[in-house]
């Protein structure tokens, strides 16, 4: 793509040499001559000023005199254009002869069914949706329109997915939810008789798991966003666009507010609620039934406000020179 095409798609100006050929999009430090790269912040922009990139997607701020595209933000600005230079792959319409598909299922218009998918009795199938190669989806389940299934995703009866989701392979909805009880000297399984919903415009990354509630729904609300290898236990309740890091685990019942942002390797216990806008840092464990104050930023296991917690970690890193000072007193009153 040229450079002034590309520009123009961004309905942004540019500067230098518009017939340029971008063939790659690339770190600044590594882009070369028919590369795009981006600079954004005092880091980014010092390293821009010694690349070799051909085009870069930069500020007004930034110093003309070679091929630039100016925008008011230039992150947001190369994510656009990597979606120009590097289209989604597309499927065209078709179930694979291997498939096996319900005869009660409804498929909707112009969908793709990749080779040994099987898709269940009254399942339905959104227009345009993806089931990709090998996918399992049960009875009564309903996929919502655009949504793309990446191979070998697995969706359990009776659970409901939204338009444009995007779940990627060895995702599993609506596996039963950890509870037991307690009966004599064993334990025996609470039936999970609920379901799992998923919103619109989701996207749940590899390997990861959202189980049925016990009874009535866990449910992730529009635009939520989970990184691999998460896990959501039953009957939580995740809002509109929170987004979870990588290999962070819930307990049942949590409930997680709209914007909330969850770091990686975060651990929740039970009924734990973390409020609007609320941020909790990596590695953080929240205790069960806790609350996690909105517009605030949690670290550390337990989870406490930011500052209390670094308060808490120099006074940690001063006890050596605190146990030097005790010993010393304790020679001097011997």
Not at 122 to 129: C, E, L, S
Not at 317 to 334: F, S
Request: aromatic share 6%.
């Amino acid at each position: 793509m040229r450079v002034c095409d590309l520009a123009f798609r961004l309905q942004a100006p540019f500067e230098g040499d518009g017939e340029l050929e971008i063939q790659r999009a690339l770190a600044v430090e590594e882009a070369g001559a028919s590369d795009l790269a981006f600079a954004a912040g005092r880091k980014g922009v010092a390293m821009a000023a010694a690349s070799a990139a051909g085009c870069l997607i930069v500020d007004d701020a930034f110093p003309a005199g070679r091929t630039l595209i100016r925008v008011k933000d230039p992150r947001t600005a190369f994510a656009m254009a990597l979606m120009m230079l590097y289209p989604a792959k597309k499927f065209g319409a078709g179930v694979h002869g291997s498939a096996v598909v319900a005869a009660s299922a409804t498929l909707g218009d112009g969908i793709f069914i990749g080779p040994h998918a099987v898709i269940g009795e009254r399942a339905v199938i959104g227009a345009g949706a993806v089931i990709g190669a090998g996918c399992f989806v049960g009875d009564d389940v309903e996929i919502g329109a655009g949504s793309l299934l990446h191979p070998r995703v697995t969706i359990y009866d009776g659970v409901r997915v939204g338009e444009r989701a995007v779940l990627h392979s060895g995702v599993v909805l609506g596996a039963d939810g950890f509870g037991f009880v307690r009966i004599g000297d064993a334990y025996q399984k609470f039936p999970q008789v609920g379901t799992v919903e998923v919103g619109d415009d989701c996207e749940i990354g590899a390997n990861s798991t959202v189980d049925r509630a016990a009874l009535g729904v866990t449910k992730l609300g529009n635009g939520v966003k989970l990184d691999n290898m998460v896990h959501i236990g039953h009957n939580c309740r995740i809002e509109d666009d929170v987004v979870i890091a990588a290999q962070t685990g819930m307990s049942g019942g949590c409930v997680i507010e709209a914007g909330a942002v969850i770091g990686g390797q975060v651990g929740m216990g039970d009924k734990v609620r973390v409020e609007s806008g609320a941020v909790l840092g990596s590695g953080s464990g929240v205790l069960t039934s806790k609350i996690v104050r909105g517009g605030t930023t949690y670290w550390g296991t337990p989870a406490r406000p930011l500052k209390e917690y670094l308060r808490q970690l120099a006074h940690v890193a001063n006890l050596p020179e605190l146990v030097a000072r005790v010993k010393e007193l304790e020679k001097r009153a011997t």
